[in-house]
Every structure is written in C-alpha cells, then in structure tokens.
C-alpha cells in the first residue's frame, strides 16, 4: 500500500509539472532581455512591460474586453439566477428538456456557436459591435452561471423561506431578505467566472467582433508578429497575476463563508 | 390542459432565459441548419434547397480527411486526458486529507492564464529552438534539434491533452468523493487486496464520473480552432480551420454551414452510442 501511494505520488508531482510547464514560461520570458522566445536567456528587463504602456489599441482592446466581461457575467448571472430558482424550487411541465436547453453552449463546440451566431446577425442585416459580443458570451457563459447558482438554491432550507412568509413578510421581501444574502456566495462566483470565461474567449469574439477588437483577438494579431512576441509575454504574465489574485481572494472569501456556516449550523 | 401552480411559478421564473435561449440558440441553430442546403454565389445567397453541399462535405477527400483527423486527436486527447486525471483525482481524493480544496485550487491555478497564450507556449517548448530541444541539446541527447515535435497531430494531442485537463480532474474528483468509504472497509474485512477494491468497487462506482469527463472533453476538442491553427501546421489542422475557412475566406458560408451540422451530426451520434453502452452502468450505480 505505501508503495503504491509512492509512485501514485510521483506521478502526481510529474503530472503538476507538466501542468505549470506554459504557465511557469510566460514570467521567464516576459523578463528576458531578447527578443527571441528561446533559451538560454539573455539577460533580465522589464522594458517589455515599458512597451505595454505604449500600445493605444492594446488599451482599447483590454476596455473593450472588461466592458463585455462586465456585462455578460452581469446579464448570465441575472439569468442563471432565474433559472437556478426555477429549477431548485419547482417541478414543472417541460423543466428537463428547458434546463438541459439552456445548458447545451456548455458542450457545443466554440466554432459553431460563432458560426450561427453570425449566420443569423449576417441574415437579419445587424452590425457587428461589441453588444453582439456580449450577447455571445452570455449565451456562452449561462451554463456555468446556472450551474453554480443551482447548487447555491439547492443548499437552501426551504423551511427558512416558510418562516419568513408566516411572519408575514411578502414573497418579494422574503427573496431580497432571505434568500438573497443566502446565495451570495453563489452570486458573487458566478460573476466571477462568468467574468473571467468572457475576458478569455477568443472564438466567439473573433466571429461577432466589428471593427473592436477584444483583448484575445488582440493577443492573436500580435502573435503572428515576432517582434511583438515578448510584450505579449508580458501582457500574460500580467494578467497571470490579476487572475491569480482574483481568484484567491475569491478561494479565501469562500472558505470564511463555508466555516461561517459551518459554526452556524452546529450551533455556535 | 391544466397548469398547476408550480407549472405557473416555475414558467413565470424561467420565461426569460428561455425566450434567451430560443432566440440565442435554437433560433441560430436552425438558421445554419437551413443554410447548410442552400448555396452561394459570391455574396449572394440562393435560397433553393440542395443536397450539394452535404455531398461535397462527405465525399471530397479533403473533408473526410479532416473529420477523420478531427476525431482521432479528439479521441485520443479524450483518453489520454482523461488517464491521466484519473490518478491524479485518486490521489486528491484519497489522500487529499485535509487539504483537498487546496490540491485543486493548486490544479487549476495554470488554468487561469490566457488559453490563447497557453498553447501558443507549447509552440515555445516544442518548437525548433524550443525548450525541449534546447534542454535536450544541454544534456547531450541530441546534437541537432528534434523536428517531429511541432507541427503535426501530436503537437496539437499534446497541447489539448494539457490545457483539458482540468475538466476531466474535477468530475472524476466528484464521483469518487461519492464513494461511501465504509464499502472500501467492508471489502478490506472480507479479504479483499487493495488491487481488488480498486477494480472491484473504486473503478465501477466512478464509471459516472468518467462517462462526465469523456464528454465535457471529447464533444468540445473536435471543435478546438486555436490550437491546431497554433501548433499544428498544415497537417494537423481539423475541421473547424475548415469551417472558419469556408466561412470567411472562401466565402461559401453554405458549405461552411454543412460542415458544421455534419460536425454536430457525428460527434452527437457518437456520443449517443457512447452513452448508450454505458447505460448499464449509470443506471445500476
């Protein structure tokens, strides 16, 4: 048995190091002074970030991108909310086939979600902008709001909803002072990946982008040029940076919360 | 037909995403369904039904060998995922202790750079002056840079195999959590060895978990642009730098279109089939 663990644990460690392989590259090369992606290195800069500074459509691109997270995580997290409700607290006529509806962009191929998007925006005559995006990813980003927000109202007691309405609150003031504060941690990680999906996808954008381009459609015109490659480089080391931050801010917010309720429930 | 209450409130909730998802969705899945047996001239459109297109995108050997590329890397990025999330779940779940959230938090941290620049980073390690080679170089294995590495189908498994990774870790992860730990104590009093718990109750009870992971993966990589377009020269493209192709610079949005539906066609069939084997197993767990 402890042999077995051993291995098991090589190959673990084996497997982690294959994982972090790119991840660990984009910080050494957006520090190296060449302009070449190769080793050996040359020596350490950071006039690549300098050259961030510089770059007006890499600004635009990167507001252009947050815009769209912003409200695409916003409208599929409004949505999924919805839907989320629907499911958790009612049986109803055609709910399987419904759900299992809005849950399909989760495993349909990026390519063909652009594809018919555009098909249709093409047909009905409609200009390209940044609000085509948007609806785009929110289409994208629905199953993974819905998901997470179903098993936030799935986690409630109904009992605690009951309570409030025999006390006499209405049904509106249940759900704001009630249910809502409840499925804020869901809340909170359904904008959150909803807002880093939509900051990340390329396809879609690519396929619904006018004349805007995203931050990823920006990154994928500036890696057909090499002399561009290192500021890229430190683009991604950058946004390495802010994701990681987010996301254990997010990491650490929510385990205060799950011992939160944990002490709740025992009692304490 | 009678409504209950439920079947009001529910629909009163759910109204919204769904009129979202029919115009969103439904609404473009048909138009690109109706496209595919139309053609074009140009830029214009002739709305006559045909079959042409359907013909040309199954029996002109340039597509057949696309599909059949697409769904070979696509599989054997599936398999090779997903063999190797399986230790790596085991071992989260199994001896994670106390600190499983932390494992996957540390799984999922190189997930969070751009997909994009990820792939473009295995162009970096595998290429001709890349760090493989290089590495192999300082060593002393090679004296000339290896080429097979960059450029093919095996660049494009090797970078799919890794940036999917993560979608087979956690449905695994979740299925073996379920697995009621006194059964494995159980099988252990009642003499079996630890090679016999694993293929006798660990492996069967996480068969759902796999069945998940085969999917989320197998179903979405016949359909990945960016990395064979990335590290897969001309021979390791797939089917959808065709369709984007058609699409765009061959302006022949139709056939564009029937690519795309005959895509779904398969991949949806197969996975029907798929599912359909497996039915034994998701019903007697």
Same mark, same amino acid.
């Given at each position: 048995?402890?042999?077995?663990?051993?291995?098991?644990?090589?190959?673990?460690?084996?497997?982690?190091?294959?994982?972090?392989?790119?991840?660990?590259?984009?910080?050494?090369?957006?520090?190296?002074? +060449?302009?070449?992606?190769?080793?050996?290195?040359?020596?350490?800069?950071?006039?690549?970030?300098?050259?961030?500074?510089?770059?007006?459509?890499?600004?635009?691109?990167?507001?252009?991108?947050?815009?769209?997270?912003?409200?695409?995580?916003?409208?599929?997290?409004?949505?999924?909310?919805?839907?989320?409700?629907?499911?958790?607290?009612?049986?109803?006529?055609?709910?399987?086939?419904?759900?299992?509806?809005?849950?399909?962009?989760?495993?349909?191929?990026?390519?063909?979600?652009?594809?018919?998007?555009?098909?249709?925006?093409?047909?009905?005559?409609?200009?390209? +902008?940044?609000?085509?995006?948007?609806?785009?990813?929110?289409?994208?980003?629905?199953?993974?709001?819905?998901?997470?927000?179903?098993?936030?109202?799935?986690?409630?007691?109904?009992?605690?909803?009951?309570? +409030?309405?025999?006390?006499?609150?209405?049904?509106?003031?249940?759900?704001?002072?009630?249910?809502?504060?409840?499925?804020?941690?869901?809340?909170?990680?359904?904008?959150?990946?909803?807002?880093?999906?939509?900051?990340?996808?390329?396809?879609?954008?690519?396929?619904?982008?006018?004349?805007?381009?995203?931050?990823?459609?920006?990154?994928?015109?500036?890696?057909?040029?090499?002399?561009?490659?290192?500021?890229?480089?430190?683009?991604?080391?950058?946004?390495?940076?802010?994701?990681?931050?987010?996301?254990?801010?997010?990491?650490?917010?929510?385990?205060?919360?799950?011992?939160?309720?944990?002490?709740?429930?025992?009692?304490? | 037909?009678?409504?209950?209450?439920?079947?009001?409130?529910?629909?009163?909730?759910?109204?919204?995403?769904?009129?979202?998802?029919?115009?969103?969705?439904?609404?473009?899945?048909?138009?690109?369904?109706?496209?595919?047996?139309?053609?074009?001239?140009?830029?214009?459109?002739?709305?006559?039904?045909?079959?042409?297109?359907?013909?040309?995108?199954?029996?002109?050997?340039?597509?057949?060998?696309?599909?059949?590329?697409?769904?070979?890397?696509?599989?054997?990025?599936?398999?090779?995922?997903?063999?190797?999330?399986?230790?790596?779940?085991?071992?989260?779940?199994?001896?994670?202790?106390?600190?499983?959230?932390?494992?996957?938090?540390?799984?999922?941290?190189?997930?969070?750079? &751009?997909?994009?620049?990820?792939?473009?980073?295995?162009?970096?390690?595998?290429?001709? /002056?890349?760090?493989?080679?290089?590495?192999?170089?300082?060593?002393?294995?090679?004296?000339?840079?290896?080429?097979?590495?960059?450029?093919?189908? /095996?660049?494009?498994?090797?970078?799919? !195999?890794?940036?999917?990774?993560?979608?087979?870790?956690?449905?695994?992860?979740?299925?073996?959590?379920?697995?009621?730990?006194?059964?494995?104590?159980? &099988?252990?009093?009642?003499?079996?060895? &630890?090679?016999?718990?694993?293929?006798?109750?660990?492996?069967?009870?996480?068969?759902?978990?796999?069945?998940?992971?085969?999917?989320?993966?197998?179903?979405? !990589?016949?359909?990945?642009?960016?990395?064979?377009?990335?590290?897969?020269?001309?021979?390791?493209?797939?089917?959808?730098?065709?369709?984007?192709?058609?699409?765009?610079?061959?302006?022949?949005?139709?056939?564009?279109?029937?690519?795309?539906?005959?895509?779904?066609?398969?991949?949806?069939?197969?996975?029907?089939?798929?599912?359909?084997? /497996?039915?034994?197993?998701?019903?007697?767990?």
């Amino acid at each position: 048995m402890y042999k077995t663990n051993k291995l098991l644990k090589i190959f673990v460690i084996g497997f982690l190091i294959f994982l972090y392989a790119p991840a660990v590259l984009l910080p050494i090369f957006s520090f190296n002074s +060449s302009q070449v992606i190769s080793f050996p290195l040359s020596g350490f800069s950071t006039k690549w970030f300098g050259q961030l500074l510089n770059e007006d459509t890499l600004h635009d691109a990167l507001l252009n991108s947050l815009i769209i997270a912003v409200l695409s995580s916003a409208l599929a997290t409004m949505l999924g909310t919805l839907t989320a409700r629907a499911a958790s607290r009612y049986k109803f006529f055609g709910q399987k086939v419904t759900m299992g509806f809005i849950l399909l962009p989760l495993i349909l191929p990026e390519i063909i979600l652009g594809v018919c998007l555009l098909t249709v925006l093409i047909q009905l005559g409609l200009n390209l +902008s940044l609000w085509t995006v948007v609806l785009g990813h929110t289409l994208l980003i629905l199953p993974f709001a819905t998901l997470i927000l179903l098993s936030a109202f799935n986690n409630l007691n109904i009992s605690l909803e009951e309570a +409030s309405l025999d006390l006499g609150m209405n049904a509106w003031q249940t759900f704001y002072k009630i249910i809502l504060p409840m499925v804020t941690p869901g809340l909170i990680s359904s904008l959150l990946i909803g807002f880093v999906i939509s900051l990340d996808e390329f396809i879609i954008a690519f396929f619904l982008t006018g004349v805007d381009p995203t931050l990823p459609v920006y990154i994928w015109s500036q890696l057909r040029f090499p002399a561009k490659l290192p500021s890229t480089m430190a683009l991604g080391t950058i946004l390495l940076i802010v994701s990681l931050i987010l996301v254990s801010f997010f990491e650490y917010y929510r385990r205060r919360i799950e011992k939160y309720s944990q002490a709740l429930t025992r009692g304490k | 037909m009678n409504f209950s209450d439920q079947d009001k409130k529910g629909w009163r909730l759910l109204g919204l995403p769904f009129i979202f998802s029919v115009l969103l969705l439904a609404v473009p899945l048909a138009t690109m369904f109706a496209l595919s047996f139309w053609t074009q001239d140009y830029l214009v459109l002739k709305k006559t039904f045909t079959l042409a297109n359907y013909k040309e995108a199954w029996f002109e050997p340039v597509y057949q060998k696309l599909f059949n590329r697409s769904l070979i890397i696509s599989m054997t990025v599936t398999f090779l995922t997903i063999s190797f999330a399986f230790p790596v779940a085991y071992f989260i779940s199994f001896y994670g202790g106390r600190r499983k959230a932390l494992w996957l938090f540390f799984i999922t941290i190189p997930f969070w750079t &751009s997909y994009l620049l990820r792939m473009f980073l295995w162009k970096v390690i595998l290429g001709y /002056n890349g760090v493989l080679n290089s590495f192999f170089k300082w060593l002393g294995i090679i004296t000339e840079p290896l080429t097979f590495l960059l450029y093919n189908s /095996n660049a494009v498994i090797i970078a799919l !195999t890794h940036g999917w990774a993560p979608f087979a870790i956690l449905p695994i992860f979740v299925s073996l959590e379920k697995i009621d730990r006194s059964l494995l104590e159980a &099988s252990k009093d009642l003499g079996d060895s &630890s090679f016999q718990q694993f293929f006798r109750i660990i492996l069967p009870l996480s068969i759902p978990g796999l069945i998940g992971a085969t999917l989320i993966i197998f179903i979405p !990589t016949i359909g990945d642009y960016i990395t064979p377009k990335l590290v897969g020269g001309p021979d390791g493209l797939m089917i959808a730098n065709m369709i984007q192709v058609q699409f765009s610079k061959a302006n022949n949005a139709p056939l564009s279109a029937a690519l795309s539906v005959s895509s779904l066609l398969i991949v949806g069939l197969i996975s029907i089939i798929f599912v359909f084997l /497996n039915k034994k197993h998701l019903r007697t767990f």
